[in-house]
């Protein structure tokens, strides 16, 4: 499907507008939800799947309170339960949130307007004053509203199969600096305050758990929110898990962080069974009583039903001579699976508490499935990216006993303790021209007690099962896949397409033409070689994973990881972008998972949710948190939105919800106080705020509330227009480089001079795309003049800057990157010229040229065998990718050979 830059045109402008001054807009009328096929996002699941996903709808052709039905590819109505996450300005539909649990996946289905079918079994919520009730016709679950625990009970039926589950953490007082140092460990749980029913029902429940660590001596710390999601049939609940870090990464250390809950053991102790499953379906088998291998042979029946793990025949039919011998063969209660690295787990078991360990078995890379449990009913319990974010550990306790202890560990208590302390001593840099020096050499922007943790976060997935029975083996492999890659439904991409959404600036992979098959294959190769750079230079970890690294060391033939603001990237020049605009045009699975990992890492660890800076991200360095630039340009929830629609994850949305105010924290940071050369104060009402990469962020904060209609939406939807409609008025637009806002007001004061202020940085945080959103859904022609200004100029010559602003715009770099701006200007304007001046920059900017090797080495000399390409900086990785995918949708027709 080839897009052309007059049909583009025509579509802009046939789009209905919203006026600035309209405050009560009525929905249109809606044409009605065209049918919609989706399919599985890695091919159809071998068993019963649940899943949660959004489907975006054209401009005014879905009313808002649309209801929906799903059909199978067979033709069966499926049950569906659906929401409204966005509305376009005109009230109609932009996106909608679907869930379903089906016991036999089909290959696809199809959305639709309708009304959805009941489920046989739905999922049904008790909402009492002391504790919720959730039932899923298969399981009940208690949630009480205060003390320890945040899941009471889980019941299968009338059976009991696990309790008194809580929230753990071992803090510890200080790092072991020698190898005599000791430290001491103190235990807290969870301490519930407050619980809220999120959803109902029929299909989806969820049920959010908020609170904090508390230890016996009734001290707190590590806030943490969970959710539980329970679905109709499901015999599961998944458990969305997250905790922000509220100390300064100075002292009070985190060595041990995990989810606990007690099993009860009702079978005989050669009924009762662990299983943990390493790679792929290969699985540590085992019976608490081991009947195997004795000297005396209990009988081939015997033995085959404990492998099985079905209930064995009664002992008194078993060869005697092992029937009067059973007290003396050794019931093993503790079984522990530790994944320290990324590339080896230890399993090892024991008795019980005061004896000694039993190496069992090691491997690479564990599930992070296991089991405890027996004939009459166990608990699998599962980690997602259980290796990725090492170090992991399942721990099953007195499993000889009637109460097993299951915990997952997020962070081992094996691993010692989480070291989050700044890594150097700051080096003298205790004065803005000293910290600037050092910015000189390390590029590391350093400033004295900066360089902290404190309000950072991190989410994990999980997922507890509550059986029957001891699952077979290919039952335990169908759960350690759904733990490794949750069932996912995506959209058409043509639909995607042509629903216009995130600013319309993607269109199909296409190589239908040799200029187009080029930059495709380079497009490829840029992603498949990241790819193969988290494995091969293991970029995983606890707060790693999900990040890549800045820039190359052409001596040393490894990343920058230890020099300063080179090593983690923490989205620099948006490769978060980068990777979503990818997937929405290629629907591919590979890309999908990497923006999706990126997406949990970047927007919990590279953000600050508590504290002064709650609201702002952290520049790239060696730490996530050890840069002194704290910016709305990591922080921006223009980063955060692909997850949110494409997967209605509630966590996402929290983060979203956080940004709201944000535009509060250029009160008490200065983000140009390193370089300023008059003295500044920050005042409420005249806020100096950046019309890039600060005002970018917050737009995408504004206009996010403003389409979920968010408890802030009046305020958020004031705050975007006021200062579009006064940045739009400043006689050079978005070249003057920034304004003063009033917190009040929601407004830019007035500028009556042409001023010249261009940063090669301010466009490239998310700008060019949230403006091209806003220019889609908002009828103010000043501000498209002032955007499409400085798409014309930033590549334009210093004569035609000069003529136009009064001065050109100095020396400036990233022009490829630049070129979509320049190709987006060429189709509002109509202007073939620029459309050409467009693809001249692409394939001639400072960035990468069709001549390079494209191609990458291998390399032996480092510690692990891998790939390297000197020429590859991921600055330039992101803009290009955004810059050949956006002036693709946007002038693919008029593409010309480099």
Not at 292 to 308: E, K, N, S, W, Y
Not at 486 to 511: A, C, E, K, M, Y
């Amino acid at each position: 499907m080839e897009v052309s830059r007059r049909t583009v045109l025509a579509g802009l402008a046939a789009v209905p507008a919203v006026s600035l001054l309209d405050s009560n807009i009525q929905p249109a009328a809606a044409a009605g939800a065209p049918d919609v096929k989706l399919s599985w996002l890695e091919g159809k699941p071998t068993t019963a799947a649940v899943t949660t996903w959004g489907t975006p709808w054209p401009k005014g052709a879905v009313p808002a309170n649309q209801s929906f039905a799903l059909k199978a590819s067979d033709g069966t109505d499926v049950p569906v339960q659906s929401w409204p996450t966005a509305y376009w300005p005109d009230g109609s539909l932009k996106w909608s949130a679907h869930a379903i649990a089906v016991e036999t996946p089909a290959e696809s289905y199809t959305l639709g307007a309708g009304t959805a079918t009941a489920p046989a079994r739905p999922v049904t919520v008790k909402n009492e004053k002391l504790y919720v009730d959730v039932d899923t016709g298969v399981i009940r679950t208690r949630i009480r509203k205060s003390g320890s625990e945040v899941v009471s009970q889980i019941w299968r039926g009338d059976v009991l199969i696990a309790h008194k589950g809580v929230l753990v953490n071992l803090k510890q007082d200080k790092i072991a600096e020698t190898e005599e140092g000791g430290a001491v460990r103190e235990r807290y749980e969870s301490d519930v305050q407050k619980v809220t029913v999120e959803q109902a029902g029929p299909v989806r429940a969820v049920v959010k758990v908020e609170g904090r660590h508390k230890s016996r001596k009734g001290m707190t710390w590590l806030p943490f929110s969970i959710r539980l999601y329970f679905v109709a049939g499901a015999e599961n609940v998944r458990m969305v898990h997250t905790f922000v870090y509220d100390r300064d990464g100075q002292k009070d250390y985190i060595a041990g962080l995990g989810v606990r809950f007690s099993v009860p053991m009702r079978d005989a102790a050669y009924d009762r069974h662990v299983r943990f499953v390493g790679e792929g379906h290969g699985a540590v088998s085992e019976a608490v009583k081991g009947i195997t291998g004795l000297r005396r042979d209990p009988g081939a029946a015997v033995r085959a039903a404990q492998i099985a793990g079905t209930k064995l025949p009664d002992p008194s039919t078993w060869d005697q001579r092992v029937t009067t011998r059973l007290q003396y063969i050794p019931e093993w209660g503790d079984y522990s699976l530790s994944q320290l690295t990324s590339d080896g787990f230890t399993v090892r078991k024991r008795t019980k508490t005061g004896f000694g360990w039993v190496p069992v078995d090691q491997g690479k890379r564990a599930s992070g499935l296991g089991y405890v449990g027996g004939v009459s009913g166990g608990f699998a319990f599962g980690l997602r990216d259980f290796w990725q974010r090492h170090p992991t550990q399942l721990d099953i306790r007195n499993a000889a006993t009637d109460e097993a202890e299951v915990t997952v560990w997020l962070w081992s208590p094996d691993a010692g303790a989480m070291d989050t302390r700044f890594y150097h001593d700051g080096m003298g840099q205790d004065t803005y021209p000293k910290q600037l020096e050092g910015l000189n050499i390390t590029y590391e922007d350093y400033e004295p007690a900066f360089g902290t943790p404190y309000g950072i976060a991190r989410t994990s997935e999980l997922t507890f099962w509550a059986l029957e029975a001891t699952p077979s083996a290919a039952r335990l492999g169908d759960l350690a896949d759904q733990v490794r890659t949750p069932p996912q439904l995506i959209n058409p991409v043509d639909h995607l397409v042509s629903t216009r959404v995130f600013g319309g600036l993607f269109s199909p992979v296409d190589r239908s033409v040799p200029a187009k098959k080029a930059i495709e294959d380079h497009l490829d190769f840029l992603f498949d070689f990241y790819r193969g750079q988290v494995e091969s230079r293991h970029w995983y970890g606890f707060w790693d994973y999900g990040d890549i690294m800045h820039t190359f060391d052409e001596d040393r033939l490894v990343w920058r990881y230890d020099v300063g603001g080179y090593a983690w990237d923490n989205s620099e020049l948006s490769p978060d972008l980068w990777l979503w605009y990818a997937f929405l045009r290629s629907g591919r699975a590979d890309i999908f998972r990497f923006a999706e990992a990126m997406t949990r890492h970047t927007g919990e660890v590279d953000v600050y949710h508590l504290g002064q800076w709650a609201g702002l991200g952290t520049r790239h360095g060696v730490q996530h948190w050890a840069d002194s630039a704290k910016q709305q340009r990591i922080s921006t929830a223009a980063y955060r939105r692909f997850y949110y629609y494409l997967t209605a994850d509630e966590r996402t949305g929290d983060l979203l919800s956080e940004l709201v105010d944000s535009d509060k924290t250029f009160l008490v940071l200065d983000p140009l106080r390193k370089i300023r050369t008059e003295p500044y104060t920050p005042d409420p009402h005249a806020l100096s705020i950046g019309l890039g990469t600060d005002w970018s962020g917050l737009a995408a904060a504004w206009l996010t509330e403003w389409e979920r209609q968010g408890p802030k939406a009046d305020v958020a939807k004031a705050k975007l227009l006021g200062t579009m409609e006064t940045i739009g008025a400043m006689p050079n637009g978005f070249v003057t480089g920034s304004g003063l806002y009033d917190l009040d007001t929601g407004r830019f004061a007035p500028v009556t001079e042409k001023i010249v202020s261009v940063s090669h940085l301010s466009a490239m945080f998310g700008e060019v795309e949230i403006c091209a959103e806003l220019i889609d859904l908002v009828d103010m022609p000043k501000f498209e003049a002032a955007w499409l200004q400085y798409c014309r100029l930033f590549n334009a010559t210093r004569a035609e800057q000069t003529a136009e602003c009064g001065a050109h715009f100095g020396n400036l770099i990233l022009r490829q990157g630049h070129a979509r701006l320049t190709a987006y200007a060429s189709v509002r304007l109509d202007r073939d010229d620029l459309a050409a001046r467009a693809w001249k920059e692409f394939y001639t900017g400072d960035g990468y040229a069709p001549t390079l090797p494209w191609t990458a080495e291998d390399v032996t000399s480092t510690l692990n065998p891998t790939e390297a390409a000197k020429w590859v900086s991921t600055n330039t990785t992101a803009l290009y990718g955004l810059s050949a995918i956006q002036t693709l949708a946007l002038i693919g027709n008029q593409i010309v050979n480099p």
